[in-house]
Structure formats: C-alpha cells, structure tokens
C-alpha cells in the first residue's frame, strides 16, 4: 500500500520531502505530490525509465505530453541548455514570458520553451512536440521537493486518464492504488483545476488550456495584450474564442483532444440562462437506472434553488434518490471543489447528475471547459 505521509508536525513534513526527493533520484516508481492546482504524479525529466512508467500507471496516451515543475528560475533557465554546451554559456527565458513570469510564478502557469537540440529531457516528457511545458508551483511541497531533489520534475495529474484530476491525497490513492508508494499529503488543493498553458513562442501568443490564470489576467499583461484562446479538437462546445478572442493555428496541447474529466455517471450541464429543471425533468433522466432506486445528483452554483421538502419527497415516491450539493457561488470556489464533487457523485452511485454551469468569464473560462468535456449533454438556452 503506499505510504501516506502526514502534515501533522513541520519536522515530519520535512522528511517525508527528503524520502520523496531521495526516490526520485533512485528509483523508476513516480511520486505523488500536492500542488495548488491538482496532485501531480512525478519522476526524474530525465529519468527515461520512470517517466515511461508515470504513462504506464495513468494509462495515458504516449502523445500526450508532461509538464516538467521547476523550483527556481534556474532550474527552469537549465531546461534550456543543450547538453553539448559549456557549463558557463547561460540560456535565457523568451522575453515574452518575463511579465507573467513575474506576475504568476510560483503559481498556475505553464509556459511552454524551446526544446534546445541536445535536450537532457527524456523524449517521453515532450512526445511529439519541439517545446517542454514548465511550470513552478506554489504549493510549498512542491517548491520543496524540486528543490531537495535539485531535479526537473515531469509531472501530469496523479489521476487515471479520463477521470477528474485528483484534488486530494485520497483521491490519488483511490485511482493509483498500488501502483504508487509514495503519497506525499498536503491536503487539499487551494485552486482545484489545472494550470493555464500558454504558448508565447507562437504569434498571437495563445493559451492552450484554460486554468488557474484566466485569460484577463493574462490579457493585461504587456506583450499579452492580442492573446488568443486555442479552440480544441471534438466539437464546437469548447470555451475558445470566448471573450472575443479568435482562434488560430499554432500547435495545440495535444492533451485536450482526448475525453477528460469525467466522472462514470452521466452529465447534464445547463448553459446559464437555462431554467431549472423541475422534478419532472429530473425523474425523466432517471431512467436506465438497474437498481430499483435511481440515484440523480444536482450541483447548483448562482441561481439554482435547493428542492424544497415536497420536491424531494415528490421524487421518492417515484423511487428517485437526490445527491444535492453548492459549488459555492464565486469563481474560487467552484474550482476549488469542482472535481471532488464530481468525483463524490460516482462514489454515491449517482447514475446523472445536473449541473448549473457559470459565465465564461474569469474562473468561468477553465470551469466550463472541463465541465463541457465532462458533458454527456448539454442543454442551452431554448428558444423562445
Ligand atoms: O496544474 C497542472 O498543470 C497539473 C499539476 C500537476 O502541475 N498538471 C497537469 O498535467 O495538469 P497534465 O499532464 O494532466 O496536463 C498537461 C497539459 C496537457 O493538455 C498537455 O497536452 C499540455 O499540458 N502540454 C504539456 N506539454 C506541452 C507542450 N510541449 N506543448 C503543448 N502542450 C503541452
Ligand atoms: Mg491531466
């Protein structure tokens, strides 16, 4: 089983970093560790071995590429550095990124740079790409642990590919049980969805994935100012081009073509604008359950109303269960608990569950892409 360590006293806390940084650089099993976006599952960028073996455990596709987190600026300046050069040629970030840069790191940003021609990197952690995504989080583990460890660390959500990212230590361990043994727990995350990916080498820069940077924070950024967001394969349901930002053609992260997110029930997410559904509604999307109770879940946000006592008993009598739950109403918070709510509707044996989606704007871009990716339907405004 792995070992979970615990966040109970500081002393601890220190060697259970020191125990991971020390597998890292030993050993081909990756490690799970907190960030503030989601849990990441991690190993040695140069490790070929043990970042094979992190596509191994999530089941992920070899095309997809992985992030590499740094701890400073050096670290992520080495990433840089062909190994043919000399020791004291210095390699410098692309200028564009110096304003987020200075603006979002530690924190949800991923940038993507350069591959140099003689990368150190193993090739699995960029795929078929000629960029490396890095990032430098801002959950103190995390920070602490590419520091101990003085590595590159390559690193996806620590969950199995297709399911919402785990948002706790719990969460990674109920998906990668067994094929992890080391967990470290720092809780649970502060943010809740993934970083923002963004490609400054492209012109217009653009953002390939939507996360914990919205795209107006980026946007008032000096060099960001014409930042486009990457429509994504599978469908015309994608936040992209939202906010009047137009769609382009750099390379994509290949990542967001694939189904993600998604918890086993189904999902009906309600565009804004839309009504409620009644409890009308409600039992008719009950169906096809096996058991002879059927287990529906709804997840409100702004406007949505609690079922009053008679609703709820309404729905019994007709062998309807509910699993009712808030997201909270502002952008933070409807990141932050996003995933494990979703994750706590299959744990209930919820068959569909229904969702009060948000605006797109700020969080709303990041939370309603996951959330149409993780959309069996979705139903939009009719017309009147
Ligand atoms: O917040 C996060 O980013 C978390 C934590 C653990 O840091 N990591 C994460 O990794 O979400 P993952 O592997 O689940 O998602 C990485 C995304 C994918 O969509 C991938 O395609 C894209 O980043 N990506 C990575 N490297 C890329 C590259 N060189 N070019 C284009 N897209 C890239
Ligand atoms: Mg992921």
């Not at 890095?134 to 583990?141: D, F, L, N, Q, T």
């Not at 199995?160 to 720092?186: F, N």
Request: net charge neutral.
């Amino acid at each position: 089983d792995p070992t979970f360590t615990t966040s109970s006293s500081s002393s601890q806390t220190g060697k259970a970093i020191l125990l991971a940084a020390e597998r890292l650089r030993s050993s081909d099993v990756p490690v799970a560790f907190p960030t503030e976006t989601v849990y990441g599952l991690g190993a040695d960028a140069t490790r070929d071995e043990a970042v094979r073996n992190i596509f191994t455990i999530k089941g992920r596709p070899a095309d997809n590429p992985l992030i590499v987190h740094v701890g400073s600026l050096k670290q992520a300046r080495e990433l840089l550095r062909p190994t043919t050069a000399s020791p004291t040629e210095n390699f410098e970030i692309p200028a564009i990124y110096k304003p987020l840069i200075d603006k979002f790191w530690p924190g949800p940003l991923t940038i993507l740079l350069p591959l140099p021609q003689n990368s150190k990197l193993s090739p699995h952690v960029y795929a078929t790409q000629t960029t490396v995504g890095v990032r430098m989080p801002a959950h103190p583990v995390a920070l602490a642990l590419a520091l101990a460890s003085k590595l590159p660390i390559a690193a996806p959500s620590a969950n199995k590919s297709g399911l919402p990212s785990p948002t706790t230590a719990k969460h990674v361990a109920v998906d990668l049980y067994k094929r992890v043994e080391l967990i470290l727990d720092g809780g649970s995350c502060v943010v809740g969805l993934e970083s923002t990916v963004v490609d400054g080498l492209s012109n217009p820069p653009a953002i390939l994935r939507p996360g914990g940077v919205s795209l107006e924070q980026i946007r008032a950024c000096e060099g960001w100012e014409g930042v486009i967001v990457h429509k994504e394969d599978g469908g015309g349901n994608s936040g992209g081009g939202a906010n009047g930002a137009a769609s382009g053609a750099a390379p994509r992260a290949p990542g967001m073509k694939y189904k993600h997110y998604s918890p086993t029930c189904g999902v009906r997410l309600y565009l804004p604008n839309t009504d409620q559904p009644t409890v009308e509604e409600l039992k008719s999307t009950a169906f096809g359950s096996d058991s002879r109770v059927a287990r529906l879940g709804v997840l409100r946000t702004r406007q949505w109303k609690e079922l009053d006592d008679k609703q709820v008993e309404w729905l019994r009598e007709r062998n309807v269960e509910l699993v009712e739950d808030s997201l909270g109403t502002t952008g933070e918070e409807i990141s932050r608990r996003l995933f494990g709510a979703l994750r706590r509707m299959d744990d209930e044996g919820v068959v569909v569950v229904h969702i009060e989606g948000i605006e797109e704007d700020m969080e709303g871009l990041a939370v309603m892409n996951r959330l149409k990716k993780a959309a069996s339907v979705v139903i939009r405004r009719r017309d009147v």
